[in-house]
């Protein structure tokens, strides 16, 4: 089956600790994207990838990291430096960096703090 | 005016009604838009996307009016389970990505 992977499902992070979240997809897309949802808000774009080892940051990219080594693989870093990390992360892909082509989602993962 | 703004609701209704959510948008440009649907803690699947006038599919017809910069989207004969939040996604100035409204909430009651 085609899709998103993303893990772990629900992550802890302690102070000062960096963690990291992975995403995968074997869709074959070219693009991928972080997002962040905090309850009751909208998603904000973190960082998005448009083809391998390029990427750009978005909206709220300050205390986060990314990679994008391969097609399928974008992992996310929750740096210290980032100190309200609490949220539901979600990772998209589509086929193209057009915004005419939908994004599809992975099932997230939800960041808490010790 | 937001780049893509919705009525947060809740929309309370009762099954078998019909209900309609609008949208608006700032991005005179944008030629393509998405209605996503979001369960409680699950992550946003497509819905329906829309690149001319319109869209229908099923119950859910989506409809586009770019003079007004608007965005609809009308279920007909709600069900239990659309019970959900409905994103309206539309592409940010520049087009590399896409912008999400923060969604309106829809209760369909028995």
């Known amino acids: 089956d085609g899709g998103i992977t993303q893990s772990p499902k629900y992550l802890f992070r302690k102070e000062g600790q960096n963690v990291t979240l992975s995403c995968e997809q074997n869709l074959n897309h070219d693009a991928m994207y972080w997002y962040r949802q905090d309850p009751g808000q909208g998603l904000r774009l973190i960082y998005y990838?448009?083809?391998?080892?390029?990427?750009q940051k978005g909206d709220i990219a300050e205390g986060y990291s990314v990679s994008r080594e391969k097609k399928e693989s974008f992992p996310l870093t929750v740096t210290s430096a980032q100190k309200n990390p609490t949220a539901f992360y979600l990772c998209a892909s589509s086929t193209r960096d057009r915004a005419d082509q939908p994004q599809h989602f992975g099932d997230g993962t939800r960041l808490s703090i010790l | 005016r937001k780049e893509v703004e919705q009525d947060p609701g809740p929309f309370n209704v009762p099954e078998g009604a019909t209900v309609a959510f609008n949208c608006t948008y700032s991005?005179?440009?944008?030629?393509?838009f998405f209605w996503y649907r979001q369960d409680c803690r699950k992550e946003p699947k497509l819905l329906m996307s829309?690149?001319?006038s319109g869209n229908e599919d099923g119950r859910f017809t989506a409809q586009l009016n770019r003079a007004s910069q608007y965005i609809s989207l009308l279920i007909r004969d709600s069900k239990l389970s659309d019970s959900a939040t409905y994103l309206c996604?539309?592409?940010?100035?520049?087009?590399?990505?896409?912008?999400f409204g923060k969604g309106t909430m829809l209760l369909v009651s028995p």
């Open positions: 991005n005179s440009a944008s030629q393509s």
């Open positions: 990838s448009q083809i391998v080892n390029d990427f």
């Open positions: 996604v539309v592409p940010s100035p520049g087009y590399s990505t896409l912008t």
């Open positions: 829309v690149y001319s």
